[in-house]
């Protein structure tokens, strides 16, 4: 029963992407070689900084880029957010700013960041960190204020501590909303490492892109914006498997 | 007076009568402009299971919530085992209409968690919960999550939790108000097993005149606005009781005299022009 339409839904994928690189490689025969590069030429450039080591390299170096800002990210909106959520006072002076700076296309702040930081990592570390904070903090916030009461209740009645009504309640509550907001924040962070890349000081995959850009290599430029793409559909792939993993229990009302 | 309930033994104050398990002496509730209940005297002996039942609105779960610690009195006294209560308390469980389980925890996990907040070792906590969930005829499930049960084990599962810290007083908040008709009978005739393996103190707050009849040694009537102890209903039916229980004309009659206390005004009610 459920195989033919599997199927069919594979087959149509399958052709939608030949028809897609056909369309791509035809384009490229009729464009000029500064706007556009037929697929062929831009898999041959692929090639050739596969072969090289330039792709690895600068592959490595926006991963870490974008790891370290993802990282700090997480480590700072999740908990920071279940203490606005908690602590009423905090959050009520709190709010604003989060609500502003959520709001702000981050992309507006990279001038400001660069005059007072200056190149090398942590600046462009602090963009992927801004890009990327925002929707864990927001969705631990809107999570842990979300908490049932009743379970709040339950704890109480078997006298749980504060520190143990985090443990057992507000954490687990909170979980599935934080990781909705991780899986945000990898697609945000990707912005935020190639807008880094590019505005700051050059490097990774930013960079390739650039210098195939100003060197009219473009089929070098596709081939590294090709990565990228095949990166962040990766990277969602995995966003969702992690929201997937931590909501199981969501679908529960009592 | 039961006679045929002999357990471990029950502390029995100095002079040698038993000291009530719970005494409240002229309780008041309001929240602001809205008064609860008014002038709610109640004392409930070791042991005995008192119901009580009103209409929707008539503070019944707030009175329960009292008790357990929940929530502060905001006129009169309440003492458990003879100690104002301030908040909840050792000794004192309840299980909620909501059953209020923890749905990231496993049947298992959400029996031990009242033992994990006494602070008890966890191979004392894993021999309580495997005999709570046998107590309460969960076998079997203790690895399922609580949305992959039925209400009914849900339920059970509320139950075993409360039952696993050997409360004294074992507090019903409608326990069995959330689950189908088929369900509530046999979760109801369970408990009253369960209890006669287990006795405790128990207040069981219902909508359920049935429930309430079955269950209850004494019954409160609560009415009015703010509403008050407006009668007080012994219920002389033997234990243990059973699904025979129901067939007993004493059981027809107590019936039919909480019905016609609480129907009065719950037609009258009906009838009101609403605002």
């Known amino acids: ?254 | 007076m039961r006679a045929t309930i002999e357990t471990e033994g029950e502390p029995v104050t100095a002079s040698g009568a038993a000291q009530p398990r719970i005494r409240i002496s002229r309780a008041g509730m309001r929240y602001d402009a809205i008064e609860v209940f008014r002038d709610v005297d109640l004392e409930v002996g070791d042991r005995e299971v008192v119901a009580i039942i009103g209409p929707s609105g008539c503070g019944k779960t707030t009175l329960l919530r009292c008790i357990d610690g929940l929530l502060p009195l905001t006129a009169g006294e309440l003492r458990v085992e003879g100690e104002p209560v301030r908040g909840p308390r050792e000794g004192v469980a309840m299980v909620f209409q909501h059953f209020g389980l923890f749905p990231w925890k496993t049947v298992a996990q959400n029996v031990a968690y009242g033992l994990k907040m006494a602070g008890q070792r966890p191979d004392a906590i894993a021999a309580k919960v495997a005999q709570c969930i046998k107590l309460v005829g969960l076998a079997g499930f203790e690895h399922y999550y609580p949305h992959q049960v039925s209400g009914g084990m849900q339920q059970r599962c509320g139950l075993a939790r409360a039952l696993a810290v050997e409360p004294r007083v074992l507090l019903m908040d409608e326990p069995f108000g959330a689950v189908d008709a088929q369900t509530r009978e046999i979760l109801q005739f369970e408990l009253l097993k369960i209890w006669e393996m287990r006795p405790t103190t128990m207040v069981f707050v219902t909508h359920s005149i049935d429930e309430a009849v079955l269950m209850g040694d004494r019954i409160v009537v609560l009415k009015g606005r703010p509403s008050g102890v407006h009668e007080m209903v012994e219920v002389d039916l033997p234990r243990p009781r059973s699904r025979a229980t129901l067939t007993l004309p004493r059981f027809a009659q107590l019936r039919e005299h909480v019905w016609s206390t609480l129907m009065a005004d719950a037609i009258a009610a009906e009838h009101e022009v609403r605002q």
């Open chain 1, 1 to 254: 029963m459920n195989q033919a339409p599997a199927r069919f839904r594979r087959v149509t994928i399958a052709a939608s992407l030949v028809l897609g690189a056909i369309i791509w490689q035809v384009a490229g025969w009729y464009t000029s070689n500064a706007f556009w590069a037929p697929l062929s030429a831009t898999l041959a450039s692929l090639a050739e900084v596969v072969r090289t080591g330039v792709l690895l390299r600068q592959a490595v170096s926006s991963f870490e880029l974008y790891l370290a800002g993802l990282v700090v990210a997480v480590a700072v909106g999740a908990p920071l957010g279940l203490l606005l959520a908690r602590v009423r006072w905090l959050r009520v002076a709190l709010e604003d700013y989060i609500l502003m700076l959520y709001a702000t296309p981050m992309v507006a702040l990279i001038p400001f960041i660069l005059s007072i930081m200056g190149f090398g990592f942590a600046p462009k570390m602090l963009v992927v960190f801004l890009f990327a904070v925002f929707p864990v903090l927001y969705n631990t916030i809107e999570g842990a204020r979300s908490v049932r009461p009743e379970l709040v209740e339950v704890a109480k009645s078997f006298r749980s501590g504060e520190w143990r009504l985090w443990c057992d309640v507000l954490i687990p509550y909170t979980l599935p909303f934080t990781m909705t907001g991780v899986r945000q924040a990898i697609a945000r962070g990707l912005v935020g490492m190639v807008a880094a890349e590019f505005f700051l000081s050059p490097s990774g995959l930013g960079q390739m892109i650039m210098m195939g850009s100003q060197n009219f290599d473009t089929a070098g430029m596709l081939a590294a914006i090709l990565i990228i793409v095949l990166r962040g559909v990766g990277r969602m792939d995995l966003g969702r498997h992690l929201e997937g993993r931590f909501a199981r229990w969501r679908s529960y009302s009592p």
